[in-house]
């Protein structure tokens, strides 16, 4: 199982930017998918995440700004940036909890992208 994140770059504070991931290979099907931001010198946190079932959670400070979205069809999960700020600067990477394999032998486990780099600068 691959994962592959696209969408980073530079924008100015107050603009917008749309990740997006994209899981392919050998997937049965995905739960939960999301998010995770790691800035410099700080620790790595759950940014947003959207369960299988649509519903989701963000990390207090970018709730209202950033929406997530999925598409089970394309095994693709999206997060929409919003009135981006200065210290959401940061790599982003996404995940998924995938399952491999055929029933009754179904695998599950997390799967994580390549990080992409957001930088909120003017």
């Known amino acids: 199982v691959q994962l592959q994140a696209s969408g980073g770059g530079l924008v100015q504070p107050g603009g917008s930017l749309r990740l997006s991931c994209s899981a392919s290979g050998s997937i049965f099907s995905i739960n939960t998918m999301g998010w995770y931001r790691q800035a410099p010198g700080k620790q790595r946190e759950m940014v947003a995440r959207?369960?299988?079932?649509?519903?989701?959670n963000y990390v207090d400070p970018v709730k209202g700004r950033f929406t997530i979205s999925r598409d089970d069809a394309k095994n693709t999960v999206n997060l929409q940036m919003n009135s981006l700020k200065p210290e959401d600067t940061a790599v982003y990477s996404c995940y998924a909890d995938v399952a491999v394999g055929h029933i009754p032998a179904l695998q599950w486990g997390d799967y994580w992208g390549k990080g992409t780099l957001v930088t909120v600068s003017s």
């Open positions: 959207i369960t299988k079932g649509g519903k989701t």
